[in-house]
């Protein structure tokens, strides 16, 4: 069986569908499928429910889905760099359920490994745990969420064998390896594509199992969302600080 | 005369042990790393999936593939590694971080958080803030003692119960203010207690400012 496709379109052929659930990998811009992406938008289909950690920026990544309306349905942590988003959602256009980060990394993590729910303290008393069940263990309090599956997932690898094999780079490693295990069919975009046996099978991220089919995507600039740096003539470290978001 | 930002993020910097590993929040949090003492070892976490998180990179050196979790380009570590993002919570909500800094809108005597989302105004979501202050072992909140109204009025942030809606409840360890710290006994009875005041600042006037109700056991 060949997982290999000449391009986004022909990866996608007859798995589109209106009204489906798409899991897209990345964080901020940091490894997205943005060439699938492109695809979904150029195939016009419709009503979709996508699960992502943000929503691109507007005109980039899912910004471009949000721009035609293609997008129904949020499932995200954060969405706050897009303009369009805003607008859609205070319009009551689009419908969004936020989701803790880790929350929405596990309830994917479960999806793909057969498990149907799970107990988390996080949320606990908030308004995410409202209508949720929830249950002592050893004296603490969590909340039970669900597993998510969707029908398709699509995600962005550093290289990728043709077997399907992946291995990402760097933090655009992100919620790619969790949605990759969690749809019906995920396809994969790869930077570098490789025959089988050039990856280093100790350090395959992702197993070809889970990539039913896979594109080569030329390397091209990828787009930076906040471009922060130090002189060079600084002797003293500049501040490089996480985010609570 | 009230504690800078830098001051704030100075006397957090006291929070940190040889060995931590950290979770640094966006705004003042941020501003910690500059304060890690020489000689120890900290490893500051990015929950999109790094461990070993370095400065900013000299320009024209920047990395798309190299974020923290505020989107920013960063540097790696001899020290980093890599890892998704149900990795990364696994470790925040499995207890393995030491201390989470970040900021706040509210907080309750009872050490409830909230500092997500304002009703009525467009919500951007709650990242991995929720995540954080659930599983990291010991969570200090950084923030100003007030916020400062359009009208120009001040409104207290340290309440005998949030108003806003929750991010977690009894979560809170230590809030550092522009005024002063307090430690809360986020599990048991004790409540909340001054244990600070910032140079210049008094009893009397961190009273005024606060809402909720604490103990005064300064050190």
Known sequence: MKKVHPDPKAALDGLLHDGMTIMAGGFGLCGIPDELIAAIQASGVKDLTVISNNAGVDGVGLGKLLE????RKMIS?????????????????????????GTLAERIRAGGAGIPAFYTKTGYGTQVAEGKE??????????????????????HAYQGDTEGNLIYRKTARNFNPMMATAAKVTVAQ?????????????????????IKRIIHVPVREKQIEQRTTRKRKDAAPAAAGGGAV | MAWTRDQMAERAAKELQDGFYVNLGIGIPTLVSNYIPDGMTVQLQSENGMLGMGPFPYEGEEDPDLINAGK??????????YFSSSDSFGMIRGGHINLSILGAMQVAQNGDLANWM????????????????????????VMEHVAKNKDGSESAKLLKSCDLPLTGTQVVDMVIT???????DKHGEGGMTLVELADGVTEGEIK????GAFAVALR
């Open chain 1, 68 to 71: 035609t309306r293609q997008i």
């Open chain 1, 77 to 101: 942590s954060y969405v706050g760099e897009n303009k369009e988003f805003a607008r859609q959602y205070l319009g009551g256009e689009l419908e969004i359920e936020f989701n803790p980060q």
């Open chain 1, 134 to 155: 929830t249950k002592e263990f050893d004296g603490h309090h969590y909340v039970m969420e669900r597993g998510l599956f969707a029908d398709l997932a699509i995600v």
């Open chain 1, 190 to 210: 790869v930077e570098h594509l490789v025959q089988p046996g050039e990856l280093d099978a100790d350090f395959i991220h992702t197993p070809g199992i889970f």
């Open chain 2, 72 to 81: 920013q380009t960063i540097t790696a570590l001899p020290t980093t590694s």
């Open chain 2, 118 to 141: 304002i009703p009525g105004k467009m919500v951007k979501g709650m990242g991995g803030a929720m995540d954080l202050v659930a599983g990291v072992k010991k969570v200090v909140v």
């Open chain 2, 178 to 184: 522009d005024l002063g710290v307090f430690t809360i």
């Open chain 2, 208 to 211: 005024a400012k606060t809402e």
